[in-house]
């Protein structure tokens, strides 16, 4: 017998969620509307800590993202936040 497919809840770029075959590639925090990468130093501290967990969200790349409306992680992403603060 074959283990069913995984499927995993994404945002489209209108901030609605899907299901995908294909796993995010970068997460996000709905409350804050940020979004970076899933190794992300600060995400991870979050997680760990049990309090982001129920807000996480995940974008299959970073275009959808930002069309979803949220911005570049200071910390993970500085070159991208950096230019996001500027044109903003």
């Known amino acids: 017998m074959t283990a069913p497919a995984r499927t995993y809840l994404l945002l489209d770029a209108a901030g609605r969620p899907y299901r995908s075959d294909t796993a995010g590639a970068?997460?996000?925090?709905?409350r804050?509307?940020?979004?970076?990468r899933l190794d992300c130093p600060?995400?991870?501290?979050?997680?760990?800590?049990?309090?982001?967990?129920?807000?996480?969200?995940?974008?299959?790349?970073?275009?959808?993202?930002?069309?979803?409306?949220?911005?570049?992680c200071a910390?993970?992403?500085p070159d991208r936040y950096r230019t996001w603060k500027t044109t903003r």
């Open 26 to 30: 970068w997460g996000g925090y709905r």
């Open 32 to 36: 804050g509307r940020i979004y970076g």
């Open 42 to 72: 600060s995400a991870l501290r979050a997680v760990a800590a049990g309090g982001y967990v129920k807000y996480r969200v995940f974008f299959a790349d970073e275009a959808t993202a930002i069309a979803a409306g949220y911005r570049p």
């Open 75 to 77: 910390v993970c992403c």
